[in-house]
């Protein structure tokens, strides 16, 4: 399950983003209620066969051949849709999954976001995850409030989660994400919390960084847990990334990354790149894909982008996508590798294969997702707000979309 910035529930660190129950908060519900009783009509659809408002995003991967949140959390449960009837029924959570809509269970696999404490402003971003863009975003008129206070900026509901955490058997993993993690203070605090109840021996935490931040303080502590999934955030090592992760630039990151990986290699980490391609960068992602072969590191970009709906990478036209589609194919082709299965993302022995299906699911994406060019428009408003309070230009970046974009109203 989920719990997000604002600290409303969600029955899946995927569901789709307009699919929050509006009334179930840390506030007023405790996790354990919302779980085990407000959960029950969604586990209920499910095992019914119907698919859920809020699996839009699964459903699109799978189309696309990107391994979906559905399919990793089966792989967690034994369960393989190539084998599905046998695995479901040599699977160890069978007999849970017979009880129907109801469980006596406890949250095993949480996604926790502490917040908007951010020191980046990216430009596919939300004020609901960046502190730093929701002034900006105010400044220049995008927006007119602020989002909702950080849940984790009470230190009595973080206690509650702290407590429900260490009350919780069979914790097995535990994902953070911010705003960035790093600067978020209740991030260090569930760390401590987690090391005193013993919770380091036997859980594995996971954790996303903009590589724009690095704290001794924080490393020490990781290095107690049994096992850490670190994500590095980075949608290009071209310079157009210092213009769609603002206000990063190259040189620190490639520092901050490398002490990163660094630390993740000398505690035997799962270390992963974590992209969300945009019309701006799906065409400069693949030296990250060459970089995370040769150093056998996955890239996981958890979904396609959906909003800002003109920053899909479908807004791109046919004749970009084509050179787009050319030159991702051809590097698959000469890095061949069984792709044919789902793997599973955490396993680091199959990184390489990972990263190739992740990679053809993007080719797959642009071959086959609708033309939304008419979203340009929308996409130069937005770009050329940003940039009167930036004082920058994407065409420095981008000179290659200079006609494309020129014609769309830059």
């Not at 001794?216 to 290009?236: A, K, P, R, W």
């Not at 603002?246 to 035997?268: D, K």
């Amino acid at each position: 399950m989920r719990i997000n910035n604002a600290g409303y529930y969600e029955y899946c660190r995927w569901a789709t983003k307009d699919q929050r129950y509006s009334a179930d908060n840390i506030y007023n519900i405790t996790p354990v209620e919302f779980f085990q009783h407000h959960m029950t009509d969604v586990r209920q659809q499910l095992l019914d066969g119907e698919l859920p408002t809020g699996c839009a995003d699964c459903t699109q991967m799978e189309h696309h051949g990107k391994i979906s949140g559905r399919q990793r959390q089966l792989l967690k449960v034994g369960v393989r849709l190539e084998q599905f009837e046998k695995s479901l029924a040599s699977s160890p959570w069978v007999k849970e999954f017979a009880q129907g809509g109801t469980t006596e269970q406890m949250p095993q696999d949480w996604q926790i976001d502490l917040g908007n404490y951010c020191n980046g402003a990216c430009v596919f971003c939300t004020p609901h995850s960046s502190s730093r863009l929701a002034t900006e975003f105010k400044k220049i008129g995008i927006v007119h409030e602020t989002p909702l206070p950080n849940w984790t900026d009470d230190p009595e509901l973080v206690q509650q989660l702290v407590d429900t955490l260490t009350a919780s058997p069979h914790i097995q993993y535990l994902h953070f994400i911010g705003g960035e993690t790093l600067i978020t203070p209740a991030f260090k605090i569930i760390l401590e919390a987690l090391i005193q109840a013993g919770l380091n021996r036997t859980a594995t935490i996971g954790f996303t960084t903009n590589l724009g931040v690095w704290r001794d303080d924080i490393v020490e502590l990781l290095t107690q847990f049994q096992g850490v999934n670190l994500g590095m955030s980075v949608e290009s090592f071209e310079i157009v990334n210092d213009y769609v992760r603002y206000p990063v630039c190259l040189p620190n990151m490639f520092e901050t990354m490398e002490r990163w990986i660094a630390i993740g290699q000398q505690n035997n980490w799962l270390l992963q790149f974590r992209t969300t391609p945009t019309a701006l960068t799906v065409g400069s992602m693949l030296g990250i894909y060459e970089y995370a072969w040769h150093h056998n590191i996955a890239v996981e970009s958890c979904n396609f982008l959906n909003r800002p709906e003109f920053l899909r990478p479908a807004v791109l036209p046919g004749e970009y996508r084509q050179r787009i589609i050319t030159e991702l194919q051809d590097w698959i082709d000469k890095h061949p590798v069984d792709s044919s299965v789902v793997v599973n993302t955490r396993d680091p022995t199959v990184a390489r294969q990972q990263i190739v299906q992740d990679l053809q699911s993007y080719v797959n994406y642009l071959k086959s997702e609708a033309d939304q060019s008419w979203r340009l428009p929308d996409l130069i408003e937005y770009l050329k707000r940003l940039e009167a309070s930036r004082g920058n230009c994407v065409l420095t970046y981008l000179p290659e979309y200079e006609e494309l974009f020129r014609t769309a109203g830059y």
